[in-house]
């Protein structure tokens, strides 16, 4: 049933750096509307990697991805901002004085002071591994929500980026073996997860190319091509985790006239797309030295909602005060 809502802020993309955005917006008093297509908040944690080890956080040394949601869930709520989730921001326009209204899938229309685009690299689907696409969910996943799943197995994990390592040092405790494979000599990964890589025990393919998975009644091995030799590979392998990163879609906020950069939203120094009225905040935007680490933005989504309140109220001061401050 679509229904018409007034909000102070509309922020589309209910994941960290959306719910940190609606903390924010509490803080100075502004009401504020989270949407997000996915059914719960969260973004690609909740999704993907729930049961990660989050680390790069100040002061948070280590958290399960659930746990570092559920926190800024509450802290989020704290200020009461309504939720409307499963639902994707479709259309924008304007309604008198220049207010953006959006529509959302389902027919509802979110009439708004501004708009906080936190969507992070929009809706997201992982490049396919090139062979036995036939055994996606009987033995090949390309996610890992809850590496217990993989206690006692042969893991063969496949690529050479943050996601790739990372899921190989989680596996690796768990399970009875992780072969770690990479068609490359170098990783892409963080240097100092590399380094751990090929400390923790876990066996490092590089060179090599997955040529095919092999089963009787279910996934018994892995034959990989090296790049140096004539001869195939086998692994043994109950599981099959391609971890080859993703490729996002901005879907239709491609088309509110926003300045793109290769899937991105160029955004200035406060956080302001080119279209009015609407910001943008986390690893959806793009601007020199660009650095795409949650904690960057958290800064960014406080940056963008002080700037949209002072927009919203010009007697407004930009700075809100230190929290420890507040009653």
């Given at each position: 049933m679509?229904?018409?809502v007034s909000t102070d802020i509309l922020i589309v993309g209910a994941g960290p750096v959306g719910l940190f955005g609606a903390y924010c917006a509490g803080f100075r008093g502004l009401r504020t509307v989270l949407v997000d297509a996915q059914p719960q908040c969260g973004g690609q944690i909740t999704a993907l990697y729930p049961g990660k080890e989050i680390r790069d956080i100040a002061a948070v040394p280590g958290a399960p991805g659930r746990d570092v949601v559920a926190a800024l869930e509450e802290q989020a709520d704290a200020y009461g901002p309504e939720y409307l989730l499963g639902r994707q921001?479709?259309?924008?326009?304007?309604a008198s004085g220049g207010r953006p209204q959006v529509t959302l899938s389902e027919g509802t229309t979110v009439d708004?002071?501004?708009?906080?685009?936190?969507?992070?690299i929009g809706?997201?689907?992982?490049?396919?591994?090139?062979?036995?696409?036939?055994?996606?969910?009987?033995?090949?996943?390309?996610?890992?929500?809850e590496p217990k799943e993989h206690a006692?197995?042969?893991?063969?994990v496949v690529g050479g980026g943050d996601s790739a390592v990372d899921r190989a040092l989680a596996l690796h405790p768990i399970a009875r073996s992780v072969t770690l494979v990479h068609r490359r000599g170098t990783f892409r990964a963080h240097a100092a997860s590399v380094?751990?890589?090929?400390?923790?025990?876990?066996?490092?393919?590089?060179?090599?190319q997955v040529q095919a998975l092999e089963s009787d009644e279910r996934l018994?091995?892995?034959r990989l091509r090296h790049e140096r030799e004539e001869q195939l590979r086998e692994v043994k392998a109950d599981a099959v985790v391609a971890a080859l990163g993703f490729v996002g879609d901005l879907g239709p906020l491609a088309d509110w006239g926003l300045r793109l950069e290769r899937r991105t939203i160029v955004v200035d120094?406060?956080?302001?797309?080119?279209?009015?009225?609407?910001c943008a905040a986390g690893d959806i935007t793009a601007y020199p030295g660009k650095i795409r680490l949650m904690s960057v933005g958290f800064g960014e989504v406080a940056t963008a909602l002080n700037n949209a309140a002072v927009a919203l109220d010009p007697a407004a001061k930009l700075f809100p005060g230190h929290s420890s401050e507040a009653a």
């Open positions: 679509s229904e018409n921001a479709v259309g924008l326009a304007r708004a002071g501004a708009v906080l685009l936190t969507a992070g809706a997201f689907t992982p490049r396919l591994l090139p062979a036995g696409e036939e055994f996606l969910g009987r033995g090949l996943s390309y996610f890992v929500p006692g197995q042969d893991v063969v380094r751990q890589l090929y400390d923790s025990g876990v066996e490092v393919v590089t060179g090599a018994r091995r892995v120094t406060r956080m302001r797309t080119t279209v009015d009225r609407v």
